[in-house]
């Protein structure tokens, strides 16, 4: 059985990956995952149900963890979570708190300011649209 930390950590990397199933590997079936301060999902299908959500929308997901901590079971994550959808992405700090009970994950709770997230995701929908325009205006000179 991995230790708490390494556990969170390929939790994490399977996310990364895409890997929902990979990833459900380290949940425990009564696992409660909650993006504070919306409701709490509870069970592994209710997790699934949401992991599902970013590989149905073609979402890319990248955690780059700046601190890890474990205390026995607890691991609390400091973390920059980036979210990828085409040219758009948004970046966003995230504080998480994991508890590892036999080998599985039991609690998931991720902290973040939804003011920072909606601006980063505005700033990635602006890249995205320039992103766009160079494009389209290359294409146009090449037809020229």
């Known amino acids: 059985m991995a230790d708490p930390k390494s556990t969170v950590t390929s939790f994490l990397t399977a996310l990364e990956r895409g890997d929902v199933e990979g990833a459900l590997t380290f949940v425990d079936p009564g696992v409660v995952y909650q993006n504070v301060p919306l ?5 592994i299908a ?9 590989t149905r929308y073609r979402i890319g997901f990248e955690a780059r963890v700046h601190h890890i901590a474990a205390d026995g079971p607890i691991v609390l994550t400091e973390r920059t979570d980036v979210l990828r ?7 966003f700090w995230v504080c998480g ?6 080998g599985g994950i039991v609690l998931w ?4 300011d939804w003011a920072t997230f909606l601006a980063s995701s505005v ?10 325009a160079s494009t389209l205006l290359a294409r146009a000179r090449l037809r020229d």
């Open 85 to 91: 959808a085409g040219a758009w992405d948004a970046r």
């Open 46 to 54: 209710a997790v699934e149900k949401q992991l599902r959500l970013l």
């Open 123 to 132: 700033r990635g929908a602006g890249k995205a649209v320039v992103t766009g």
């Open 39 to 43: 409701p709490p999902a509870r069970g």
């Open 97 to 102: 708190t994991f508890e590892v009970r036999e």
């Open 109 to 112: 709770r991720d902290y973040f």
